[in-house]
């Protein structure tokens, strides 16, 4: 018995960590990823920001041409995260994993992997 009570609270303490990661990590900032569409690579940007303890973003679709596609909700639960795009039918759901998003964009009825990275700001040196 006090062996499954040590294994127990490892895995609980496991858990905790991972959760308290995942909510110091910084969600906000520019997200790319590109999805595989046939022969195609789509990139798709997600623009996130955060209100008090909202999260909030939009989209870009630079192969369409399109910029600042309403997302209608961001919704984090642990290390998931929900990004529903009602313009576009569409949503992608993903994992929170190794500073990555990696999840599948649902529409149609169909579903594609896309992992996308935070973009790193470019640091420019004035003189």
Do not use: C
């Not at 969600?27 to 008090?52: E, H």
């Not at 399109?66 to 993903?94: C, H, L």
């Not at 994993?97 to 896309?114: H, N, T, Y």
């Amino acid at each position: 018995m006090k062996l499954f009570s040590t294994h127990l609270s490892i895995v609980l303490i496991l858990n905790l960590l991972v959760a308290l990661s995942v909510q110091a990590m910084d969600l906000t900032g520019q997200w790319k990823g590109y999805m595989a569409v046939g022969q195609q690579a789509v990139p798709i940007i997600f623009n996130v920001t955060k209100k008090d303890a909202t999260l909030a973003a939009t989209m870009d679709s630079p192969m369409q041409g399109a910029k600042d596609i309403p997302v209608k909700s961001v919704e984090v639960n642990d290390d998931q995260i929900t990004f529903s795009i009602a313009i576009a039918g569409a949503q992608y759901e993903a994992t929170i994993k190794d500073r990555q998003l990696e999840g599948v964009w649902k529409q149609s009825g169909q579903a594609f992997p896309l992992i996308m990275a935070k973009a790193e700001v470019d640091m420019v040196k004035k003189n």
